[in-house]
């Protein structure tokens, strides 16, 4: 179904909803404000007694209830540390608006101790919320967000319970949720589910979005009938800022800081800007951040092969593929805006306006050391080995803009809501370039130096002089690029929901559906030069030479990774590009190179369409303190997708490019079953039975070849099956005095038809017909059942009820959760038994031991995840030390268990203070990384581990002002 038809399906269910629901009632509005200093107090409950339920006050303190006939209504509002109060008010007419404002007065009791601030508002808010919802959830407000040092989205995120974030540069990126993989949870702005911009995935890095932005995150752990169902982890939802009061809202913030590792800087700045003007709202949210930062890695690439000069299946072992040191470089740019409009037609109909624009720039020079090995002898000798000096220089921009505009009517007996929306996310990678000078003259002998084996340093015995000839390093091959992938979603929502009862006795019923049409595509032009000759037949001016040494600089490194590594003559993107430009005619492709530029141009290439249609029914009951809600949700998908097959001469090059397409259509059904019961005021007992699914990334689904490094493949397998998931959920929950919780709760998942990226070194075609070379090829495939089981606890508290003075100002933010699971796949088998030649093709049998059945961690699972903070926080001074843990997980399996990739334990220390020198004006500082916490990865189980890589960052710190009027 096309886009233009599913809008007019959805404006027809709109008007018909509205024109048969106009029914009008009055509204009472009002604040909750203290009496002695007229502060707002947000999270108030406002209790009605009646069918209109409870609401509990905003930020502001404001609150609304609609659905009211003429009559007499008592309220009680209570807040924690104020005294509870009754208000009666008089409703005359069903046109009237009652304007109202309750006071409170502060408790004898806690007089002087317990203290609304600012910065306690948003956690006394988010924590109300949390309490009341009908699934289980976690609430985090902007205020909570601001007394942590995060600057990205991702590391926001990461705050919350049951979250592991995998980082990039140091940054949060992707987020894991419960030990599933990151394409198992979906993301959200306002609702609406986010494109990715990243070229081959669904998933979406979180670090595109800067934390500034970001009014309320909910991360929600059981999800309800009325949310996508296509997150068998969880739904991430990011509520942007809204106008809250008449009076302007302004915020600004300046911030200068120093990165160590590269002794650059970095900086931010943000901006926005509310009021409210009758029936009109407006807020704008600007920001902008730079870093100047880098890395320091050394990375090495294993195979599991026999000995030089000995075979049979019992002499294979593991050995280096290749030993690289890398030197990263990087300038990152975030720009973001983001704006709300509100208009209150009438009593009855809200309209609302958002909108959301980021802009993520990254600068990276790659400097790399590499030293490609064959014919071990041992693990540590090598008898052909090569050195390559590399530079990867590239521009990577990513965009994310979302853009929505939708109503509420609200009447006395229904509520209808609806929207469009229109998101849309791209990369781009113009004039990458990648070049490589390596070595001449004949292969040089290599022996590696264990003392410390994972720092191994390389030794040359014999007469190996040309190791070290930089000067003279032979142009091995010049590849430049451009990259575009976009991914578009237009939506259309409706939802309408018909109340009942009283707040006792009573609840609504909800129904609606949703379209989705989504668009991906994946465009790359390549060009792959093999070699170059300073004299050409059909150009008739000769170059000159081309070796390292002409297109290099002054770059040096004498004591790289602080342990004596020496990396020198690298070459220069500006200079090889210049080169190139002048004597672009004496670059020749070669058969090697047409071949190349062709896989590249072609192989990653793909379109993708999907039309999603979602309905769903559920219904929610409150009989006195149990609320039962259920529900069912069923989700279409027709898809259909268009990539390339690339066919080789029998000598292994280049002859031919086939189109495949093919169409698909997915559907399920998704029950909900959730109950809460309320023990006593504050404390809840959960429990919930759901089903959900997830999609496969598009580089797994799409039919598509992508060369990951020289010698490793990765295929797409459009016969990728679509997992699905049985969730239970059991929490026990309590809350008091506003700031303070504590919770704990276990969960199960059972997970079908799990997906898992298997790998095996083969052949593209008979190497015994032909020359194709033995690559390591990585193919996703489905697994039978993972079983995921663990327990959550988290608390957070400040310790008001203690006599000293001084400790009352403490506070403890904690999580932690334990993780396990067994994923069920088919037997590998052993890497010994691929001394055969395994052919790529299709039949994926070859890869299985028959029909045995292998039991492994799902990827992604890490067993123990933790926050820690302990803060002090008075009038005026609030200082914090928080540290998040996260233990190693599988990251991707490899040919056999003795090859597996694992995604290594990070302890991360950061703290941060601020001084409020008045109430308009604050001074923050912040270090993040304090221990210089690695990126590591490493093969094998935990307790016969080799490093796989490791990536250092140093720490960032920096020093800033907030504005506040």
Known sequence: MNSLHSLRLFLLAVFLFIG?????????????????????????????????GDVVAATDGSFEVRRIQPGTYE?????????????????????????????????????????????????VLALKRQEEAPNIVNIVELEQIQSFPDLNAADAISRVSGITVSRDQGEGKYVQLRGTPPSFTNFNVNGIQLPSPETGMRTVGMDIINSSQIQTLEVSKVLTPDMNGDAIGGSVNIVTKRAETTTPQINAVAAGGFNNLRKTGNGELQFSYGARKERFGFLINANYMYTHQGADNIEFNYEKGVFFGDTGRNNYHIQYNDVQLRHYDVVRQRAGLSTTLDYQVDEHTTLILTGMYNRYVEDEQRRRKVYGLDDATSERNYLYGSIHHELRDRKRIQELSVVSLGA???????????????????????????????????????????????????TFPGNNGNATDYANFEFDQLTLEDYYSEDVNLNYRLNVKLPYGNSENGGFVKFGGLVRN?????????????????????????????????????FQDVNFLNRGYVLEAMPNGENMRRFFEEYRSLFVYGSSGITETRELTFGEDYLATEDIYAFYAMAQHQWKKLMIMGGVRYERTDISYEGYAITK?????FEGLDTISATQTRDFWLPNLQLKYTLSPGFNLRAALTYNYARPNFNEVIPYRETVESKELAYGNPNLKYPTATNVDLLAEHYWEGQNMVSGGVFYKKIDNFIFNNQFFGYEGDPTQSNYSRYLIKIPLNGIAAHVRGAEIQTQWMARKVTTSWMRNLGVFANYTFTDSDAEMRQRRSAN????????????????????????????????????????????????????????FLNELGVDKDLDEYYGEAWRLDANAYYQFTEHFQVFADVRNITNQPLRYYLGSPANQRVRQKEFYSFWARVGVRLKF
């Open 518 to 554: 989504k668009d991906k595509n994946r465009d790359i032009t390549a060009q792959s030069y093999a070699a170059y000759f300073e004299r050409s037949n059909t150009y008739p001016l000769p170059g000159p030479p081309l070796t390292l040494a002409t297109v290099s600089d002054d």
């Open 75 to 123: 309220f009680e509002v209570s807040f924690f540390g104020y005294v509870s109060q009754r208000f009666t008010i008089v409703v005359e007419s069903e046109d009237q608006v009652v304007e109202v404002q309750f006071s409170l007065e502060q408790s004898h009791a806690e007089l002087g101790t317990v203290e609304v601030r600012a910065r306690a508002q948003g956690t």
């Open 833 to 888: 038994d691929f001394s055969e030649n395994i052919i790529f093709g299709g039949d994926y049998d070859v890869l299985f031991e028959g029909e045995g059945v292998e039991h492994i961690t799902l990827p992604g699972q890490a067993k123990h995840t933790l926050n820690l903070a302990l803060f002090y926080d008075n009038e005026k001074f609030y200082i914090k030390l928080s540290a998040n843990y996260h233990d190693a």
């Open 20 to 52: 048969v629901t106009a029914v009008h009632a009055a509204i009472i509005r009002g604040k909750v404000m203290d009496v002695e200093y007229g502060e707002p107090l947000p999270g108030a409950l406002i209790s009605t007694h009646t069918s209109l």
């Open 649 to 653: 001469t029998s000598s292994g090059y």
């Open 408 to 458: 509420e009517h609200e009447y006395s007996d229904v509520i209808v809501d609806y929207e469009v929306s229109y998101a849309r996310a791209i990369e781009e990678q113009p004039d990458r370039l990648e070049v490589s000078f390596s070595n001449v003259g004949e292969a040089i002998r290599i022996r590696f130096n264990m003392n410390d084996p994972e720092y191994p340093v390389a």
